[in-house]
């Protein structure tokens, strides 16, 4: 049913997932309807299906995002660090950002200096307050490799598909926290999968479903993607 959640508006969207099933935390309901998609994507804010935002790069379907916030949800406590990888238009970023909190941080990472740019004009559209506070900052680098200084991280969330889960985004994961992360499987199929760390730092893996995203790689490949 997470497909059939288009509303009119931010606020119908968002219930329409919640009545769907796609998510149950209040907070998480609070955030979705704080951060209004129309202020990330410029065509279809409120259809259940990815859109593009250029460079070969797409703001995941509002479904995915919400599921992906209700998975995490534990980790994004007010005061949690979390870390964004692949921000793209900046809007999960941002309602990472209202979950933890005036005294968390959330980091949204980019490859594409262009869409860093995006991401923070989106934001200085209605929430520009995270970013003066440094509650929430969108940096340009390679995602794969996350960002060392903010760590470690109790929530982490990817947004595009790897080719097995990045060695160094565990090692920046919280003992205790929890990533979400699309990965390609050897078959080509893609699944989101959550990585627990444990208290002694074991790493526990598990499939929560199917899916399809765009590929997490660098950013000379994706820009050249958009040459050929």
């Known amino acids: 049913m997470a497909w059939r959640s288009s509303g009119r508006t931010n606020k119908e969207l968002v219930a329409n997932l919640k009545k769907n099933g796609v998510f149950s935390s209040e907070r998480v309901r609070i955030a979705m309807e704080l951060v209004d ?35 995490l949800k534990d980790h994004l ?35 594409i200096p262009e869409l860093v740019k995006l991401g923070i004009k989106n934001l200085e559209k209605n929430h520009g307050n995270l970013l003066k506070t440094g509650n929430i900052k ?24 790897a ?11 919280a003992a205790g926290g929890r990533m979400m992360i699309p990965v390609e499987m050897k078959t080509g199929n893609q699944v989101f999968m959550q990585i627990d760390k444990q208290q002694n730092g074991t790493i526990v893996e598990k499939v929560v479903e199917h899916v399809v995203y765009v590929p997490l790689t660098d950013r000379n490949k994706q820009l050249g993607i958009l040459r050929t």
């Open 77 to 111: 406590e007010p005061g949690c660090s979390a870390l964004d990888v692949g921000s793209g238009s900046g809007y999960l970023t941002a309602c990472m950002g209202i979950m933890v909190g005036s005294n968390g941080s959330v980091v949204g990472i980019e490859h």
């Open 37 to 71: 998609r129309a202020d990330f994507a410029k065509n279809n804010p409120y259809e259940d299906s990815p859109q593009r935002i250029g460079f070969n790069a797409t703001i995941s379907a509002p479904h995915m995002h919400a599921a992906a916030l209700e998975y």
């Open 163 to 173: 080719q097995g889960v990045p060695q160094s985004l565990i090692e920046q994961l």
């Open 138 to 161: 969108i940096i340009e680098g390679d995602g794969r490799l996350g960002y060392p200084s903010n760590a470690p991280y109790n929530a982490i969330h990817v947004g595009a598909a």
